[in-house]
Protein backbone atom coordinates (compact mmCIF):
# COMPACT_ATOMS: atom_id res chain seq x y z
CA UNK A 1 0.00 0.00 0.00
CA UNK A 2 2.98 2.20 1.07
CA UNK A 3 4.93 1.33 -2.37
CA UNK A 4 1.63 2.04 -4.30
CA UNK A 5 1.41 5.10 -2.71
CA UNK A 6 4.41 6.50 -3.58
CA UNK A 7 4.44 5.60 -7.03
CA UNK A 8 1.18 7.25 -7.44
CA UNK A 9 2.72 10.08 -5.86
CA UNK A 10 5.91 10.34 -8.18
CA UNK A 11 3.00 9.52 -11.20
CA UNK A 12 1.27 12.71 -9.68
CA UNK A 13 4.53 14.94 -9.16
CA UNK A 14 5.73 13.86 -13.16
CA UNK A 15 2.04 14.15 -14.89
CA UNK A 16 2.51 18.11 -13.77
CA UNK A 17 6.25 18.64 -14.15
CA UNK A 18 6.20 22.47 -14.49
CA UNK A 19 3.17 23.08 -11.76
CA UNK A 20 5.20 20.80 -9.46
CA UNK A 21 8.30 22.20 -10.24
CA UNK A 22 7.02 26.06 -9.04
CA UNK A 23 5.56 24.00 -5.99
CA UNK A 24 8.80 22.70 -4.85
CA UNK A 25 10.55 25.93 -5.54
CA UNK A 26 9.39 27.82 -2.44
CA UNK A 27 10.58 24.55 -0.50
CA UNK A 28 13.95 24.97 -2.50
CA UNK A 29 14.46 28.37 -1.90
CA UNK A 30 13.57 27.94 2.01
CA UNK A 31 15.78 25.05 2.71
CA UNK A 32 18.60 26.32 0.09
CA UNK A 33 18.70 29.57 2.20
CA UNK A 34 18.40 28.11 5.37
CA UNK A 35 21.39 25.32 4.49
CA UNK A 36 23.32 28.10 3.05
CA UNK A 37 23.01 30.26 6.16
CA UNK A 38 23.91 27.44 8.75
CA UNK A 39 27.18 26.09 6.38
CA UNK A 40 28.44 29.16 6.46
CA UNK A 41 27.81 30.15 10.41
CA UNK A 42 29.48 26.38 10.80
CA UNK A 43 32.53 27.00 8.95
CA UNK A 44 32.57 30.52 10.48
CA UNK A 45 32.24 28.31 13.94
CA UNK A 46 34.45 25.64 13.22
CA UNK A 47 36.70 28.59 11.66
CA UNK A 48 36.95 30.16 15.53
CA UNK A 49 36.93 27.08 17.56
CA UNK A 50 40.32 26.12 16.05
CA UNK A 51 42.19 29.64 16.14
CA UNK A 52 41.03 29.93 19.36
CA UNK A 53 42.33 26.32 20.27
CA UNK A 54 45.73 27.13 18.58
CA UNK A 55 46.27 29.59 21.30
CA UNK A 56 45.52 26.59 24.06
CA UNK A 57 42.56 25.31 24.21
CA UNK A 58 43.93 24.37 28.10
CA UNK A 59 44.86 27.89 28.57
CA UNK A 60 43.59 29.95 31.79
CA UNK A 61 43.70 33.80 31.02
CA UNK A 62 44.53 35.98 34.15
CA UNK A 63 44.36 39.83 34.48
CA UNK A 64 42.40 42.88 35.47
CA UNK A 65 40.77 45.49 33.72
CA UNK A 66 38.59 48.62 34.29
CA UNK A 67 35.63 48.86 32.78
CA UNK A 68 35.50 52.81 34.26
CA UNK A 69 36.67 55.52 32.80
CA UNK A 70 38.09 57.12 35.65
CA UNK A 71 41.72 56.57 36.22
CA UNK A 72 41.78 53.88 38.44
CA UNK A 73 45.52 51.92 39.24
CA UNK A 74 45.67 48.50 37.92
CA UNK A 75 46.77 46.39 40.48
CA UNK A 76 50.00 44.44 39.10
CA UNK A 77 50.45 40.68 39.23
CA UNK A 78 54.11 39.48 40.92
CA UNK A 79 56.44 36.51 40.38
CA UNK A 80 55.47 35.84 44.43
CA UNK A 81 51.66 35.54 43.23
CA UNK A 82 52.99 32.82 40.65
CA UNK A 83 54.80 31.10 43.07
CA UNK A 84 51.94 30.49 45.09
CA UNK A 85 49.69 29.28 42.17
CA UNK A 86 52.10 26.90 41.55
CA UNK A 87 52.91 25.65 45.34
CA UNK A 88 49.01 25.49 45.74
CA UNK A 89 48.04 23.73 41.94
CA UNK A 90 51.22 22.76 40.96
CA UNK A 91 49.85 19.53 40.11
CA UNK A 92 47.33 20.79 38.20
CA UNK A 93 49.45 23.08 36.04
CA UNK A 94 51.77 21.90 32.82
CA UNK A 95 53.07 25.90 32.59
CA UNK A 96 52.46 29.86 33.68
CA UNK A 97 53.15 31.88 31.24
CA UNK A 98 53.58 35.84 32.39
CA UNK A 99 54.43 38.61 30.47
CA UNK A 100 55.27 42.60 30.42
CA UNK A 101 55.26 44.24 27.82
CA UNK A 102 58.11 46.99 27.92
CA UNK A 103 57.25 49.15 24.97
CA UNK A 104 59.04 49.57 21.60
CA UNK A 105 62.49 50.73 20.75
CA UNK A 106 65.12 50.27 18.22
CA UNK A 107 67.61 47.24 18.32
CA UNK A 108 71.07 47.99 17.14
CA UNK A 109 73.80 45.22 15.97
CA UNK A 110 77.11 45.09 14.61
CA UNK A 111 77.89 42.66 11.71
CA UNK A 112 81.01 42.55 10.66
CA UNK A 113 81.87 46.35 9.91
CA UNK A 114 77.99 47.14 9.08
CA UNK A 115 75.74 48.13 12.27
CA UNK A 116 72.06 47.63 11.51
CA UNK A 117 69.21 49.54 13.00
CA UNK A 118 65.35 47.94 13.50
CA UNK A 119 62.51 48.87 15.47
CA UNK A 120 61.84 46.05 17.79
CA UNK A 121 59.07 45.79 20.58
CA UNK A 122 60.57 44.39 23.67
CA UNK A 123 59.18 42.09 26.15
CA UNK A 124 59.62 40.64 29.33
CA UNK A 125 58.76 37.29 29.83
CA UNK A 126 59.24 33.79 32.22
CA UNK A 127 61.02 31.00 31.08
CA UNK A 128 57.44 29.25 31.00
CA UNK A 129 55.94 31.26 28.89
CA UNK A 130 57.10 29.93 25.62
CA UNK A 131 55.39 26.66 26.80
CA UNK A 132 52.13 28.25 27.94
CA UNK A 133 51.86 30.04 24.61
CA UNK A 134 53.12 27.67 21.90
CA UNK A 135 55.98 29.23 20.95
CA UNK A 136 58.76 26.80 19.82
CA UNK A 137 62.31 27.61 20.35
CA UNK A 138 64.27 26.48 17.27
CA UNK A 139 67.99 26.90 18.00
CA UNK A 140 69.46 27.75 21.45
CA UNK A 141 67.49 27.48 24.45
CA UNK A 142 64.99 29.53 26.61
CA UNK A 143 66.44 31.62 29.41
CA UNK A 144 67.85 28.93 32.44
CA UNK A 145 66.77 29.40 35.90
CA UNK A 146 70.18 30.97 36.88
CA UNK A 147 70.00 33.69 34.06
CA UNK A 148 66.61 34.16 34.64
CA UNK A 149 66.37 34.95 38.81
CA UNK A 150 69.47 37.16 38.23
CA UNK A 151 67.89 38.78 35.53
CA UNK A 152 70.96 38.61 33.00
CA UNK A 153 70.93 40.53 29.94
CA UNK A 154 69.83 37.81 27.45
CA UNK A 155 67.67 37.93 24.43
CA UNK A 156 65.42 35.51 22.31
CA UNK A 157 64.69 36.42 18.72
CA UNK A 158 62.58 35.28 16.15
CA UNK A 159 64.03 33.16 13.28
CA UNK A 160 62.98 36.00 10.74
CA UNK A 161 64.77 39.05 12.57
CA UNK A 162 67.69 36.55 13.03
CA UNK A 163 67.70 36.06 9.26
CA UNK A 164 67.33 39.55 8.08
CA UNK A 165 70.23 40.40 10.61
CA UNK A 166 72.69 38.16 11.30
CA UNK A 167 71.76 35.93 7.97
CA UNK A 168 70.99 32.75 9.85
CA UNK A 169 69.60 31.60 13.58
CA UNK A 170 72.93 30.02 13.86
CA UNK A 171 75.18 32.73 13.32
CA UNK A 172 72.98 35.13 15.66
CA UNK A 173 73.35 32.57 18.59
CA UNK A 174 75.94 34.80 21.27
CA UNK A 175 75.57 37.97 18.94
CA UNK A 176 74.91 41.19 20.82
CA UNK A 177 72.08 43.63 20.36
CA UNK A 178 72.17 47.00 21.62
CA UNK A 179 68.43 48.02 23.02
CA UNK A 180 67.19 51.14 23.43
CA UNK A 181 64.03 51.93 24.58
CA UNK A 182 63.25 55.20 25.95
CA UNK A 183 66.37 56.11 25.65
CA UNK A 184 67.67 52.78 28.04
CA UNK A 185 70.73 51.43 26.27
CA UNK A 186 71.87 48.16 27.19
CA UNK A 187 73.36 45.34 25.25
CA UNK A 188 71.82 41.83 25.47
CA UNK A 189 73.16 38.57 24.31
CA UNK A 190 70.94 36.28 21.88
CA UNK A 191 70.60 33.30 23.40
CA UNK A 192 67.64 31.31 21.57
CA UNK A 193 65.38 31.88 18.56
CA UNK A 194 61.69 31.42 18.30
CA UNK A 195 59.87 29.80 15.27
CA UNK A 196 57.71 33.26 14.24
CA UNK A 197 53.85 32.27 13.23
CA UNK A 198 51.08 33.72 12.04
CA UNK A 199 48.59 32.53 14.37
CA UNK A 200 48.15 31.72 18.34
CA UNK A 201 49.69 33.99 20.64
CA UNK A 202 52.53 35.29 18.23
CA UNK A 203 49.60 36.23 15.95
CA UNK A 204 49.00 38.81 17.73
CA UNK A 205 52.74 40.16 17.87
CA UNK A 206 55.66 41.11 15.43
CA UNK A 207 58.41 39.30 14.59
CA UNK A 208 60.22 42.15 15.60
CA UNK A 209 59.63 41.47 19.08
CA UNK A 210 62.35 40.39 21.65
CA UNK A 211 61.86 38.34 24.77
CA UNK A 212 63.89 39.30 27.88
CA UNK A 213 63.78 37.56 31.64
CA UNK A 214 60.98 39.74 33.39
CA UNK A 215 63.99 40.58 35.91
CA UNK A 216 66.04 41.76 33.18
CA UNK A 217 63.46 44.19 32.17
CA UNK A 218 63.24 45.75 35.34
CA UNK A 219 66.87 46.05 36.08
CA UNK A 220 67.73 47.57 32.90
CA UNK A 221 64.43 49.39 30.85
CA UNK A 222 62.41 49.93 34.75
CA UNK A 223 59.43 48.39 33.21
CA UNK A 224 58.34 45.23 34.08
CA UNK A 225 54.52 45.87 35.34
CA UNK A 226 52.40 42.39 34.62
CA UNK A 227 48.69 42.89 33.84
CA UNK A 228 48.41 39.48 32.95
CA UNK A 229 49.31 35.94 32.71
CA UNK A 230 48.87 32.67 31.45
CA UNK A 231 48.19 29.10 33.00
CA UNK A 232 48.19 26.24 31.18
CA UNK A 233 45.85 23.45 32.76
CA UNK A 234 47.32 19.71 32.38
CA UNK A 235 45.68 17.86 29.62
CA UNK A 236 42.58 15.95 31.08
CA UNK A 237 42.19 18.60 34.04
CA UNK A 238 39.40 20.38 34.22
CA UNK A 239 40.53 23.95 33.10
CA UNK A 240 37.53 25.79 34.22
CA UNK A 241 37.70 24.68 38.12
CA UNK A 242 41.13 25.44 38.06
CA UNK A 243 40.52 29.30 36.51
CA UNK A 244 37.94 29.17 39.53
CA UNK A 245 40.56 28.49 42.11
CA UNK A 246 43.49 30.64 40.76
CA UNK A 247 40.96 33.30 40.68
CA UNK A 248 40.33 32.77 44.48
CA UNK A 249 43.62 32.76 45.68
CA UNK A 250 44.96 35.67 43.87
CA UNK A 251 41.88 37.69 44.97
CA UNK A 252 43.35 37.37 48.22
CA UNK A 253 46.84 37.93 46.97
CA UNK A 254 46.52 41.32 45.19
CA UNK A 255 44.31 44.93 46.24
CA UNK A 256 41.82 45.52 43.90
CA UNK A 257 40.73 48.70 43.83
CA UNK A 258 36.53 49.78 43.04
CA UNK A 259 36.13 49.51 39.39
CA UNK A 260 39.02 47.31 38.58
CA UNK A 261 37.75 43.78 37.64
CA UNK A 262 40.08 40.43 38.21
CA UNK A 263 39.26 37.41 35.84
CA UNK A 264 40.22 34.05 35.29
CA UNK A 265 38.57 32.99 32.22
CA UNK A 266 39.62 29.35 30.85
CA UNK A 267 40.16 29.34 26.67
CA UNK A 268 37.93 26.46 26.94
CA UNK A 269 34.92 28.94 28.07
CA UNK A 270 35.79 31.54 25.44
CA UNK A 271 35.20 28.79 22.93
CA UNK A 272 32.27 28.15 24.12
CA UNK A 273 30.82 30.93 24.57
CA UNK A 274 32.18 32.06 20.98
CA UNK A 275 30.68 29.01 19.43
CA UNK A 276 26.94 29.85 21.58
CA UNK A 277 27.04 33.37 20.39
CA UNK A 278 27.76 32.55 16.91
CA UNK A 279 25.36 29.64 16.82
CA UNK A 280 22.51 31.78 17.95
CA UNK A 281 23.48 34.21 15.43
CA UNK A 282 23.09 31.61 12.78
CA UNK A 283 19.79 30.01 14.04
CA UNK A 284 18.02 33.44 13.98
CA UNK A 285 19.20 34.46 10.79
CA UNK A 286 18.29 30.68 9.78
CA UNK A 287 14.60 31.64 10.80
CA UNK A 288 14.47 34.53 9.02
CA UNK A 289 15.22 32.29 6.44
CA UNK A 290 12.82 29.44 7.75
CA UNK A 291 10.24 32.47 6.45
CA UNK A 292 10.90 31.45 3.06
CA UNK A 293 10.66 27.76 4.46
CA UNK A 294 6.63 28.49 5.57
CA UNK A 295 6.03 30.40 2.78
CA UNK A 296 7.06 27.63 0.29
CA UNK A 297 4.48 25.50 2.74
CA UNK A 298 1.67 27.75 2.12
CA UNK A 299 2.21 27.01 -1.64
CA UNK A 300 2.64 23.26 -1.34
CA UNK A 301 -1.34 23.40 0.56
CA UNK A 302 -2.07 25.52 -2.30
CA UNK A 303 -1.16 23.15 -4.97
CA UNK A 304 -2.66 20.20 -2.93
CA UNK A 305 -6.05 21.73 -2.57
CA UNK A 306 -5.77 22.73 -6.46
CA UNK A 307 -4.84 19.19 -7.42
CA UNK A 308 -7.71 17.54 -5.11
CA UNK A 309 -10.46 19.78 -6.44
CA UNK A 310 -8.97 18.85 -10.08
CA UNK A 311 -9.25 14.99 -9.12
CA UNK A 312 -12.22 15.51 -6.94
CA UNK A 313 -13.63 12.57 -9.83
CA UNK A 314 -11.32 10.16 -9.41
CA UNK A 315 -11.54 10.39 -5.26
CA UNK A 316 -15.29 9.48 -5.97
CA UNK A 317 -14.17 6.46 -7.95
CA UNK A 318 -11.20 5.75 -5.70
CA UNK A 319 -14.44 4.99 -2.71
CA UNK A 320 -16.75 3.44 -4.98
CA UNK A 321 -14.13 1.17 -5.55
CA UNK A 322 -13.75 0.65 -1.95
CA UNK A 323 -11.02 3.27 -0.81
CA UNK A 324 -11.53 3.75 3.23
CA UNK A 325 -10.55 6.94 4.14
CA UNK A 326 -7.61 6.51 5.10
CA UNK A 327 -6.49 5.21 2.06
CA UNK A 328 -7.19 8.72 0.06
CA UNK A 329 -5.47 10.34 3.23
CA UNK A 330 -2.46 8.56 2.58
CA UNK A 331 -2.30 8.90 -1.07
CA UNK A 332 -2.55 12.71 -0.97
CA UNK A 333 -0.30 13.09 1.97
CA UNK A 334 2.37 11.15 0.26
CA UNK A 335 2.28 12.85 -2.65
CA UNK A 336 2.69 16.11 -0.49
CA UNK A 337 5.71 14.73 1.57
CA UNK A 338 7.04 13.26 -2.05
CA UNK A 339 6.90 16.88 -2.95
CA UNK A 340 8.43 18.23 -0.38
CA UNK A 341 10.89 15.82 0.25
CA UNK A 342 12.41 16.46 -3.55
CA UNK A 343 12.13 19.96 -2.70
CA UNK A 344 13.76 19.62 0.26
CA UNK A 345 16.74 17.56 -1.41
CA UNK A 346 17.21 19.69 -4.27
CA UNK A 347 17.52 22.72 -1.61
CA UNK A 348 20.00 20.93 0.38
CA UNK A 349 22.58 20.31 -2.70
CA UNK A 350 21.60 24.33 -3.39
CA UNK A 351 22.21 25.24 0.06
CA UNK A 352 25.53 23.37 0.70
CA UNK A 353 27.09 24.48 -2.97
CA UNK A 354 26.05 28.26 -1.81
CA UNK A 355 27.34 28.00 1.54
CA UNK A 356 30.56 25.96 0.71
CA UNK A 357 31.15 28.92 -2.02
CA UNK A 358 30.07 31.60 0.13
CA UNK A 359 32.63 30.38 3.40
CA UNK A 360 35.26 29.99 0.72
CA UNK A 361 34.54 33.82 -0.29
CA UNK A 362 34.94 35.42 3.32
CA UNK A 363 37.94 33.22 3.53
CA UNK A 364 36.69 30.49 5.43
CA UNK A 365 37.47 26.22 4.75
CA UNK A 366 33.73 25.36 4.50
CA UNK A 367 32.26 23.18 6.72
CA UNK A 368 29.08 21.22 6.23
CA UNK A 369 26.52 21.27 9.18
CA UNK A 370 25.49 17.30 8.78
CA UNK A 371 22.99 18.20 11.59
CA UNK A 372 20.97 21.19 9.70
CA UNK A 373 21.16 18.99 6.78
CA UNK A 374 19.27 16.12 8.07
CA UNK A 375 17.26 18.45 9.81
CA UNK A 376 16.44 20.47 6.86
CA UNK A 377 15.65 17.02 5.03
CA UNK A 378 13.44 16.06 7.58
CA UNK A 379 11.89 19.52 8.04
CA UNK A 380 10.57 19.64 4.55
CA UNK A 381 8.98 16.41 4.99
CA UNK A 382 7.40 17.56 8.42
CA UNK A 383 6.30 20.72 6.21
CA UNK A 384 4.57 18.19 3.42
CA UNK A 385 2.88 16.63 6.16
CA UNK A 386 1.88 19.91 7.57
CA UNK A 387 0.65 21.90 4.59
CA UNK A 388 -0.51 18.24 3.02
CA UNK A 389 -2.82 17.15 6.23
CA UNK A 390 -5.73 19.54 5.64
CA UNK A 391 -6.34 19.52 1.85
CA UNK A 392 -5.63 15.30 2.25
CA UNK A 393 -8.16 15.49 4.99
CA UNK A 394 -11.14 17.48 3.04
CA UNK A 395 -10.17 14.58 -0.15
CA UNK A 396 -10.39 11.99 2.32
CA UNK A 397 -14.00 12.98 4.09
CA UNK A 398 -15.53 13.87 0.76
CA UNK A 399 -18.96 11.72 0.18
CA UNK A 400 -18.24 9.65 -2.34
CA UNK A 401 -21.37 10.26 -4.45
CA UNK A 402 -20.58 13.90 -4.25
CA UNK A 403 -17.15 13.27 -5.20
CA UNK A 404 -17.88 11.26 -8.20
CA UNK A 405 -20.86 13.63 -9.41
CA UNK A 406 -18.56 16.36 -9.08
CA UNK A 407 -17.79 18.02 -12.70
CA UNK B 1 -35.59 -20.41 -2.14
CA UNK B 2 -33.08 -23.36 -3.57
CA UNK B 3 -32.29 -26.69 -3.05
CA UNK B 4 -29.43 -27.97 -1.76
CA UNK B 5 -28.06 -30.98 -1.01
CA UNK B 6 -32.03 -32.26 -1.32
CA UNK B 7 -32.67 -29.76 1.20
CA UNK B 8 -34.91 -26.84 1.18
CA UNK B 9 -32.53 -23.29 1.90
CA UNK B 10 -33.26 -19.83 2.16
CA UNK B 11 -31.03 -17.63 0.37
CA UNK B 12 -31.41 -13.82 0.69
CA UNK B 13 -32.07 -11.67 -2.42
CA UNK B 14 -29.09 -9.81 -3.38
CA UNK B 15 -30.55 -6.77 -3.21
CA UNK B 16 -33.52 -6.00 -1.26
CA UNK B 17 -35.19 -2.21 -0.83
CA UNK B 18 -37.94 -1.87 1.48
CA UNK B 19 -39.82 1.88 0.91
CA UNK B 20 -36.82 3.83 0.36
CA UNK B 21 -37.17 7.27 -0.02
CA UNK B 22 -34.75 9.91 -0.68
CA UNK B 23 -35.07 13.65 -0.21
CA UNK B 24 -32.38 15.96 -0.85
CA UNK B 25 -31.93 19.19 1.24
CA UNK B 26 -34.40 17.93 3.79
CA UNK B 27 -35.81 20.33 6.19
CA UNK B 28 -34.76 23.05 4.18
CA UNK B 29 -36.81 25.74 1.92
CA UNK B 30 -35.42 23.64 -1.36
CA UNK B 31 -36.48 20.46 0.17
CA UNK B 32 -36.99 17.75 -2.79
CA UNK B 33 -38.16 14.32 -2.38
CA UNK B 34 -36.70 12.54 -5.44
CA UNK B 35 -37.55 8.64 -4.78
CA UNK B 36 -40.91 8.40 -3.14
CA UNK B 37 -40.99 4.92 -1.66
CA UNK B 38 -39.14 2.19 -3.43
CA UNK B 39 -39.84 -1.51 -2.74
CA UNK B 40 -37.66 -3.84 -4.85
CA UNK B 41 -36.21 -7.20 -4.72
CA UNK B 42 -33.56 -8.62 -6.97
CA UNK B 43 -32.34 -12.86 -6.77
CA UNK B 44 -28.46 -13.85 -7.03
CA UNK B 45 -28.18 -14.23 -10.70
CA UNK B 46 -30.48 -11.82 -12.34
CA UNK B 47 -30.23 -9.72 -15.42
CA UNK B 48 -32.31 -6.49 -14.22
CA UNK B 49 -32.94 -3.50 -16.16
CA UNK B 50 -34.16 -0.14 -14.15
CA UNK B 51 -35.75 1.93 -16.96
CA UNK B 52 -36.37 5.74 -16.57
CA UNK B 53 -36.27 9.04 -18.52
CA UNK B 54 -34.08 11.74 -17.63
CA UNK B 55 -35.06 13.07 -13.86
CA UNK B 56 -37.03 10.14 -13.17
CA UNK B 57 -34.65 9.08 -9.82
CA UNK B 58 -33.02 6.18 -11.32
CA UNK B 59 -29.87 7.75 -11.06
CA UNK B 60 -30.47 7.99 -7.51
CA UNK B 61 -31.87 4.54 -6.88
CA UNK B 62 -28.48 3.53 -8.23
CA UNK B 63 -26.21 5.49 -5.88
CA UNK B 64 -28.10 4.12 -3.46
CA UNK B 65 -28.13 0.59 -4.13
CA UNK B 66 -24.64 0.86 -5.12
CA UNK B 67 -23.80 2.18 -1.16
CA UNK B 68 -22.67 5.76 -2.76
CA UNK B 69 -25.58 7.02 -1.09
CA UNK B 70 -27.87 6.57 1.86
CA UNK B 71 -31.78 6.63 1.83
CA UNK B 72 -33.25 9.33 3.83
CA UNK B 73 -35.58 6.63 4.84
CA UNK B 74 -36.84 2.83 4.28
CA UNK B 75 -34.58 0.09 4.85
CA UNK B 76 -31.97 -1.61 2.42
CA UNK B 77 -30.61 -5.17 2.34
CA UNK B 78 -28.02 -6.48 0.56
CA UNK B 79 -27.61 -10.47 1.04
CA UNK B 80 -29.79 -10.21 3.96
CA UNK B 81 -28.00 -7.83 5.85
CA UNK B 82 -29.63 -4.23 7.17
CA UNK B 83 -26.90 -1.30 5.40
CA UNK B 84 -28.83 1.27 7.03
CA UNK B 85 -26.55 0.80 10.33
CA UNK B 86 -23.33 0.19 8.83
CA UNK B 87 -21.00 2.90 8.98
CA UNK B 88 -19.07 4.09 6.37
CA UNK B 89 -16.14 1.60 6.60
CA UNK B 90 -17.91 -0.90 6.06
CA UNK B 91 -19.66 0.26 3.46
CA UNK B 92 -16.32 1.18 1.48
CA UNK B 93 -15.72 -2.38 2.28
CA UNK B 94 -18.79 -3.83 0.78
CA UNK B 95 -18.31 -2.12 -2.24
CA UNK B 96 -15.13 -3.11 -2.49
CA UNK B 97 -16.11 -7.00 -2.05
CA UNK B 98 -19.38 -7.09 -3.48
CA UNK B 99 -20.29 -4.65 -5.91
CA UNK B 100 -18.62 -3.59 -9.38
CA UNK B 101 -19.36 -0.20 -10.93
CA UNK B 102 -19.33 0.49 -14.65
CA UNK B 103 -20.48 4.38 -15.21
CA UNK B 104 -21.35 5.98 -18.12
CA UNK B 105 -18.29 8.08 -18.78
CA UNK B 106 -16.17 5.13 -17.81
CA UNK B 107 -14.36 7.12 -14.51
CA UNK B 108 -10.78 5.40 -15.07
CA UNK B 109 -7.62 6.91 -13.27
CA UNK B 110 -6.28 8.73 -15.82
CA UNK B 111 -2.37 8.88 -16.49
CA UNK B 112 -2.44 4.81 -14.94
CA UNK B 113 -2.59 1.91 -17.23
CA UNK B 114 -5.07 -0.77 -17.90
CA UNK B 115 -3.76 -3.51 -15.44
CA UNK B 116 -3.16 -0.61 -13.21
CA UNK B 117 -7.09 0.51 -13.28
CA UNK B 118 -8.22 -3.51 -12.95
CA UNK B 119 -5.94 -3.66 -9.43
CA UNK B 120 -7.04 -1.13 -7.73
CA UNK B 121 -10.34 -2.58 -6.58
CA UNK B 122 -7.92 -5.93 -5.57
CA UNK B 123 -5.08 -3.46 -4.01
CA UNK B 124 -7.72 -1.54 -1.93
CA UNK B 125 -8.87 -5.44 -0.72
CA UNK B 126 -5.24 -5.89 0.31
CA UNK B 127 -4.40 -8.57 -2.12
CA UNK B 128 -0.72 -9.14 -3.10
CA UNK B 129 0.83 -7.35 -5.77
CA UNK B 130 1.59 -10.72 -8.16
CA UNK B 131 -2.37 -12.20 -7.45
CA UNK B 132 -3.54 -8.84 -8.68
CA UNK B 133 -1.39 -8.48 -11.73
CA UNK B 134 -1.80 -11.89 -12.60
CA UNK B 135 -6.14 -11.52 -12.44
CA UNK B 136 -6.51 -8.36 -13.98
CA UNK B 137 -4.25 -9.56 -16.91
CA UNK B 138 -7.39 -12.78 -16.81
CA UNK B 139 -9.76 -10.14 -16.78
CA UNK B 140 -8.35 -7.82 -19.43
CA UNK B 141 -8.17 -10.65 -21.59
CA UNK B 142 -11.59 -11.91 -21.13
CA UNK B 143 -13.01 -8.43 -22.16
CA UNK B 144 -10.97 -8.95 -25.04
CA UNK B 145 -8.32 -5.94 -23.96
CA UNK B 146 -5.17 -8.16 -24.13
CA UNK B 147 -3.37 -6.07 -26.98
CA UNK B 148 -3.97 -2.88 -24.88
CA UNK B 149 -3.49 -3.24 -21.23
CA UNK B 150 -0.79 -1.37 -20.38
CA UNK B 151 -2.59 1.46 -21.88
CA UNK B 152 -3.69 4.44 -20.30
CA UNK B 153 -7.24 5.77 -20.97
CA UNK B 154 -6.42 8.91 -23.19
CA UNK B 155 -4.49 5.87 -25.41
CA UNK B 156 -8.45 3.99 -25.61
CA UNK B 157 -11.51 4.58 -27.18
CA UNK B 158 -14.73 4.70 -25.54
CA UNK B 159 -15.65 1.52 -25.70
CA UNK B 160 -12.13 -0.31 -25.15
CA UNK B 161 -12.52 2.14 -21.91
CA UNK B 162 -15.93 0.80 -21.04
CA UNK B 163 -13.92 -2.82 -21.36
CA UNK B 164 -11.36 -1.61 -19.14
CA UNK B 165 -14.12 -0.45 -16.62
CA UNK B 166 -16.12 -3.61 -16.90
CA UNK B 167 -12.88 -6.02 -16.31
CA UNK B 168 -12.14 -3.37 -13.04
CA UNK B 169 -16.07 -4.33 -11.95
CA UNK B 170 -15.13 -7.89 -12.07
CA UNK B 171 -11.95 -7.46 -10.12
CA UNK B 172 -13.29 -8.67 -6.81
CA UNK B 173 -15.76 -11.43 -8.22
CA UNK B 174 -18.80 -9.06 -6.68
CA UNK B 175 -22.24 -10.30 -5.93
CA UNK B 176 -23.43 -7.50 -8.02
CA UNK B 177 -22.74 -4.74 -10.96
CA UNK B 178 -24.24 -2.39 -11.49
CA UNK B 179 -23.91 -0.56 -14.69
CA UNK B 180 -25.28 3.34 -15.36
CA UNK B 181 -25.81 3.98 -18.59
CA UNK B 182 -22.49 2.09 -20.13
CA UNK B 183 -23.38 2.20 -23.32
CA UNK B 184 -24.84 5.85 -23.59
CA UNK B 185 -21.65 7.51 -24.31
CA UNK B 186 -21.39 4.93 -27.15
CA UNK B 187 -22.21 4.46 -30.56
CA UNK B 188 -24.90 1.52 -31.38
CA UNK B 189 -22.32 -0.66 -32.51
CA UNK B 190 -19.47 -0.08 -29.77
CA UNK B 191 -22.75 -0.71 -27.74
CA UNK B 192 -23.64 -3.69 -28.47
CA UNK B 193 -20.06 -5.32 -27.97
CA UNK B 194 -20.23 -3.79 -24.95
CA UNK B 195 -23.61 -5.31 -24.08
CA UNK B 196 -22.56 -8.66 -25.46
CA UNK B 197 -20.14 -8.58 -22.49
CA UNK B 198 -22.77 -8.51 -20.34
CA UNK B 199 -24.66 -11.35 -21.63
CA UNK B 200 -21.82 -13.31 -21.44
CA UNK B 201 -20.79 -12.65 -17.66
CA UNK B 202 -24.82 -13.13 -17.45
CA UNK B 203 -25.01 -16.87 -18.72
CA UNK B 204 -20.99 -17.63 -18.35
CA UNK B 205 -20.53 -16.30 -14.76
CA UNK B 206 -24.00 -16.06 -14.07
CA UNK B 207 -22.98 -12.68 -12.16
CA UNK B 208 -26.22 -10.38 -10.87
CA UNK B 209 -26.74 -7.08 -13.31
CA UNK B 210 -28.70 -3.95 -12.46
CA UNK B 211 -28.60 -2.37 -16.01
CA UNK B 212 -29.67 1.60 -15.37
CA UNK B 213 -30.61 2.86 -18.51
CA UNK B 214 -33.14 5.08 -20.55
CA UNK B 215 -33.23 2.94 -23.70
CA UNK B 216 -36.16 0.47 -23.36
CA UNK B 217 -34.20 -1.51 -26.31
CA UNK B 218 -31.47 -2.00 -24.45
CA UNK B 219 -33.23 -2.84 -21.58
CA UNK B 220 -35.78 -5.12 -23.44
CA UNK B 221 -32.42 -7.42 -23.44
CA UNK B 222 -32.59 -8.27 -19.58
CA UNK B 223 -34.82 -10.68 -18.22
CA UNK B 224 -36.81 -8.36 -15.94
CA UNK B 225 -37.62 -4.39 -16.68
CA UNK B 226 -38.52 -2.66 -13.61
CA UNK B 227 -40.32 1.15 -14.65
CA UNK B 228 -39.36 3.93 -12.53
CA UNK B 229 -40.95 7.17 -13.51
CA UNK B 230 -41.11 10.71 -10.85
CA UNK B 231 -39.30 8.23 -8.20
CA UNK B 232 -41.84 5.39 -8.07
CA UNK B 233 -41.80 2.07 -9.89
CA UNK B 234 -44.60 2.13 -12.52
CA UNK B 235 -46.05 -0.94 -14.18
CA UNK B 236 -45.03 -1.43 -18.10
Redesign the interface.
Do not use: E, Q, S
Given at each position: MILENLKLAIASIKANKMRSFLTMLGIIIGISSVIAIMTVGNSLTKAEQESMSSMGANNIMVGVYSASDDSVTLPTFSEENMQSIVKAYGNRIKAIGMESQVGSGTSRSQVSSDSKTTSVTVDGVNPGYFKANNISIIKGSTFSSSTYESGSNVAIVSDVFAEAIFGSVEDAMGESVEINVDNNYTNYTIVGAYKFENTGTLGTKKSTTFFIPIKAAENQLHNSDIYGFTVVAKDGSDSAALAKDIKTLIKKQIKIEEGVTLYADSMQSYIEEASKMLGTITIAIAMIAGIALLVGGIGVMNIMTVSITERTREIGTRKALGAENYQILLQFVTEAIILCLFGGIIGVIIGVSLGLVAASAIGYAGSISIASVLGSVGFSMAVGLFFGYAPARKAAKMNPIDALRYE | MQIINGKTQFEPPVIHAENIVKTYYPGTENELEILHGINLEIQRGEFVSIVGQSGSGKSTLM?IL?L??RPTKGSYFMNGENMNAAP??AL??I???SIG?V?QNY??????NGISNVE??M????MSPRARKERAIQLLEMVGMQERMDHTPDELSGGQKQRVAIA?AMA?DPDVILADEPTGALDSKTGHLVMDIFHRLHEEEHKTIILITHSNELAAETNRIIHIKDGEIVPA
Open positions: - | NGLDDKAHRNKFFNLIARTLPLYAGRN
